[in-house]
């Protein structure tokens, strides 16, 4: 048997990484917002360009997040404190990094 090392890219914005995920099933509950994720701190957010929002779908199956994106040029996200991040076509689960303190394992505050 052959083994092949593919690598898989992945994302990340600040604190929010895209992974590219296949479509899953469930029952899906639509995001119209575009909020990827907001800051406790500073109150900005990590979202879906305003011009971008038709090329793509965000929604939630359970506590997991996704990103669908359909428009062939991809997506950009945008945040007051990051580079802006530019997502080509594909599915990703969106996730928040966490850290590890003694008392809890948390998401990290923006």
Known sequence: MRRTNK????YRQGDVY??????TSGQRKPNSSFVLA??????HKHQVALEDRSGCGLYSIGDQMFLSVTESG???????????LTLPPGG???RIQREYTPEEIRNVVD
């Open 38 to 43: 907001e800051g406790e701190v500073t109150g």
């Open 74 to 84: 991809g997506v950009r996200i945008h945040h007051e404190e990051h580079k802006e």
């Open 92 to 94: 990703y689960e969106v």
């Open 18 to 23: 895209f992974i590219p995920a296949p479509a």
């Open 7 to 10: 690598v898989v890219p992945l």
